[in-house]
């Protein structure tokens, strides 16, 4: 196998066919590591860092692949591409050579240390074939960090009224008073964009709901930056095309109720972005938001509901499933590696204790940045 580095972005542009069909023969096909998602990030986040992607390959065959860069944070920092907004992280390998191609990335990522003064990897799934060739490069390095919850939708040909029965019954029932209760004020309708077009023309929906309810929960919403809007808009262009993704949003007679971008890619269906309107917070907005996303799902002939990371208490309502995702900081032995670490470490130890302080939350919330 011949490994190279590629830093150029039309270099990595014209890698997409070969790609994401490594991807596709990869044994961890997640939308966040299709090149449609990577190229959308690098477009809009990318300046100021350098691309660091290893490739792998064999008989001019792409085998492998560390979709890497350097980030100029503190110090030189090597991790993954979009790591901020993408939940599953991994290397691509071809799933039937997948050992050897790995401990060939890992082995080129090591060695390029003398670029960079520390290493974070992020959102490593233990759920990925990989997991086990992780453990034995990183050691006691590897450490939880967040999990992920997911619920298994029943094979296709059923739908939500059996799925439903599977719930508990005080969430049956309470999605049930929830929805007599709107029907009984006013009529409630629901819309999915798929189409670029439509999602362009719909988006404010969910602006306007996140900018309202994160305005009033946490100070700030991410759309408060207008260019958060442009990326998702940009990202839409690349996803719609492949009917990856969706924009839902329902109404209450013309009044808007909640709004959510999800994605749809290899039979999972990704909850990934939704907000509602605090002012219909007594109907569980939220809970009926994902009624509906999920009989998108089954329309889609998905198999699993991802409510992706976070162990935020109604998730647990849904499901009971959860995939453990893991991280790691490895920092170079020089001066500045050594600063960092003594840096990290300090943060690390101020950010658990404030997250165990429940009137410290709020303050947290904005003064750190995910």
């Known amino acids: 196998m011949q490994t190279r580095i590629i830093s150029n972005f039309e270099d990595f542009k014209n890698l997409k066919e070969q790609w994401n069909d490594l991807l596709k023969r ?9 090149h449609e998602w990577v190229e959308s990030w690098w477009e809009f986040y990318g300046k100021n860092n350098e691309l660091f992607i290893v490739v792998a390959e064999k008989d001019n065959a792409l085998v492998g692949i560390a979709p890497m860069m350097i980030k100029k944070d503190v110090g030189r920092k090597l991790q993954f591409i979009s790591d901020d907004l993408s939940d599953y992280l991994d290397f691509i390998v071809e799933a039937s050579s997948a050992e050897n191609v790995f401990s060939l990335l890992i082995k080129i990522v090591f060695l390029g240390f003398g670029k960079y003064d520390w290493i974070e990897f992020k959102g490593l799934s233990e759920e990925s074939a990989n997991f086990p060739f992780w453990k034995e490069a990183l050691g006691d390095r ?6 992920a919850i997911c619920v298994d939708l029943p094979s296709q040909g059923k739908n939500w009224d059996e799925f439903c029965s599977t719930l508990p019954k005080k969430r049956r029932n309470d999605l049930k008073r929830t929805l007599n209760l709107l029907q009984e004020e006013g009529a409630i309708r629901s819309a999915t964009f798929t189409d670029y077009e439509s999602i362009k023309n719909n988006l404010h929906c969910l602006v306007k709901l996140h900018k309202k309810r994160w305005g009033q929960k946490q100070g700030r919403s991410q759309f408060d930056d207008p260019e958060t809007s442009e990326y998702y808009l940009s990202q839409a262009k690349k996803l719609a095309g492949n009917g990856w993704v969706q924009l839902t949003c329902m109404w209450h007679d013309f009044r808007l109720v909640s709004a959510a971008l999800c994605y749809t890619y290899n039979d999972r269906y990704y909850y990934y972005l939704p907000s509602f309107n605090p002012a219909f917070s007594r109907y569980s907005p ?24 976070g162990e935020e208490e109604y998730k647990y309502s849904w499901a009971k499933n959860s995939v453990q995702l893991y991280r790691a900081h490895i920092f170079n032995e020089t001066f500045q590696g050594k600063l960092i670490s003594v840096y990290s470490r300090v943060f690390n130890w101020i950010y658990l204790r404030l997250s165990r302080i429940n009137w410290l939350k709020r303050l947290r919330n904005k003064l750190i940045k995910y």
Not at 142 to 147: G, H
């Open 26 to 34: 990869s044994s961890f096909n997640t939308i966040f590591l299709t």
């Open 142 to 147: 590897l450490n939880p960090f967040v999990k």
């Open 286 to 309: 939220g809970n009926l938001l994902i009624k509906s996303l999920i009989q998108n799902a089954y329309a889609k002939g998905d198999n699993i509901f991802d409510l992706i990371k």
